[in-house]
């Protein structure tokens, strides 16, 4: 089935820095790609999703590629703040399973 | 438009008994999935119902079990409970109707329910 790996964390980051989490995935075909977040004590929440190679997923000012050609999806956002720390998920369609997620990369971000 | 609602959103059981978690969807939404989150495993699939129906199942032992109601809202329940199921259960929503994968069609998840067991 379709597998995603994603850098683990956690990341610690100064508040304005720059952001980069990692996600490479293995599928069959070319399923839609997700990110998810989720804030201390909540549920997780879709962030941003891309649905063919090519297209830029963007909220919030994080942006994700889906590339083809290096089966990744890397998390960006050029400038963070505190209340972006949580824990970020990559994710996309398991036929049969639903979704499939990476492990999940905890981020602070400090004043 | 509400969101995905889980009840209760906390419950303490000891070994051995059991439990049932509800949860309602996004109005509209017939495709329900349940997800087992715990820190050593990260989040895994339990399963997914549709129209009252399971359509899919992960890899969990019998103990856990579910069901739809004619209204979407969904139950799961486990019995006899072990200490490893402590666990946040999150349920999620979805307007997917087909079954040739999960396409371009977000899930949207409720805050979960926490379960210890002691």
């Known amino acids: 089935g379709n597998s995603v790996t994603q850098m683990e964390g956690p990341v610690t980051l100064s508040e304005e820095a720059f952001l980069t989490i990692n996600c490479t995935y293995t599928?069959?075909?070319?399923?839609?790609l997700f990110w998810y977040v989720q804030y201390p004590g909540e549920g997780l929440q879709l962030l941003l999703k891309a649905t063919k190679a090519d297209d830029k997923g963007s909220n919030k000012g994080f942006e994700a590629t889906y590339r083809k050609e290096t089966t990744s999806f890397h998390l960006e956002k050029g400038s963070v703040q505190v209340s972006d720390s949580a824990v970020y998920f990559c994710a996309l369609p398991n036929y049969g399973q639903n979704f499939v997620f990476g492990p999940g990369t905890r981020l602070s971000v400090l004043p | 438009k509400a969101g995905v609602t889980q009840t209760p959103r906390y419950l303490i059981k000891t070994r051995g008994q059991q439990v049932t978690l509800s949860c309602s969807p996004i109005s509209g939404h017939r495709s329900v999935s349940w997800y087992q989150q715990t820190p050593g495993q990260g989040l895994q699939f339990l399963f997914e119902y549709f129209s009252e129906t399971q359509r899919n199942k992960g890899n969990f032992p019998g103990r856990f079990s579910g069901r739809q109601f004619s209204n979407s809202r969904s139950e799961m329940n486990v019995s006899t409970l072990e200490l490893g199921d402590s666990a946040l259960y999150l349920c999620?929503?979805?307007?997917?109707?087909?079954?040739?994968?999960?396409?371009?069609?977000?899930?949207?998840f409720g805050p979960g329910t926490r379960l210890t067991v002691t």
């Open positions: 999620a929503s979805s307007s997917r109707t087909g079954t040739s994968g999960s396409g371009s069609y977000e899930q949207y």
């Open positions: 599928a069959t075909g070319y399923p839609s």
